[in-house]
């Protein structure tokens, strides 16, 4: 049991579609048309998505400037090719930054809606969980088993 998804309004799903899967290599694993259309993207390496939920206006308030969605990359050669074609594009929003560890070197992007996405290289996120307790399993009234 964890996390599944993270849910974010996109004016236009097709744009957001090429932006993700252009700058993080995230692919289409669910596609809903209903009365609202509803995305899910994934990585294939583990069962967590992004949803994208179709907004029939501009969004008004978009994750930024500093809240974003974090994106880990193989290196910092990758960071620095997702900074210089955001640069040519015209969503660069800062970096890349180098601030050590365990903040590791990473620039934000902005994606068609406005919201920020970190792409990081060196965030050792998996070591810091690996030191972190483990929490006790808790059932459906909240008590501890």
């Known amino acids: 049991m964890g996390w599944t998804h993270v849910a974010l309004p996109a004016h236009d799903l097709d744009a957001s579609i090429a932006f993700y899967g252009a700058y993080a ?3 289409v694993v669910h596609d809903r048309r209903s009365t609202t259309r509803v995305v899910w993207l994934g990585d294939g390496l583990r069962p967590f998505v992004l949803v994208l939920v179709q907004a029939s206006a501009k969004i008004e308030h ?3 400037p500093f809240a974003h969605l974090g994106i880990a990359v193989e290196s910092r050669e990758r960071v620095d090719a997702i900074a210089a074609r955001a640069q040519a594009d015209g969503v660069l929003r800062s970096g890349p930054h180098d601030d050590g560890p365990p903040v590791g070197y990473w620039c934000f992007v902005g994606d068609p809606d406005g919201h920020t996405v970190e792409f990081a290289f060196g965030q050792h996120v998996g070591a810091a969980l690996a030191r972190a ?5 808790r059932d459906a009234t909240g008590r501890a088993w």
């Open 62 to 64: 978009p994750l930024g």
């Open 25 to 27: 290599d995230l692919t």
């Open 133 to 137: 307790p483990v929490p006790a399993a």
